[in-house]
């Protein structure tokens, strides 16, 4: 698939000629670059931060982390976050992929309710 050159168009030849002499350049982001070197840089300085501070205690901190009732409740959370996929994968899959299909549940309420087209009554 090619770009089509401006006479091949329709546009007039003067027009065309100007076109065709135009140089083309990537749009320069200087903001974008000046906002990540400086959100880098405060990232930086907050982990050098919590790093370098001795009052922070990371002795302490790392006896914590391992601890029986953090490992439970971090076992906890992956255990739901399992069960929940599962049943959003199961409700998904029972409810309607497109709007041609209405789901059992959706069947009392018209389909202007369900979100569904009104031509559609399945």
Known sequence: MGVAHPTETG??????????????????????WIGTALALLLAF?????????????????????FH????????????????IMLLAIVVAQSSPSCGCRRARCCAPFPASMSGFSAACRH
Not at 45 to 65: D, Q
Not at 69 to 82: D, E, Y
């Open 11 to 32: 546009v007039e030849p003067g027009i065309a000629a100007a076109v065709s002499r135009l140089t083309v350049v990537p749009q320069r982001r200087y903001g974008i």
């Open 45 to 65: 300085l907050i982990v050098r931060a919590f790093a370098s501070n001795p009052a922070f205690a990371w002795g302490t901190a790392a006896g914590y982390l």
């Open 68 to 83: 029986p009732s953090i490992m439970r409740g971090l076992g906890n959370t992956l255990v739901l976050t399992v069960i």
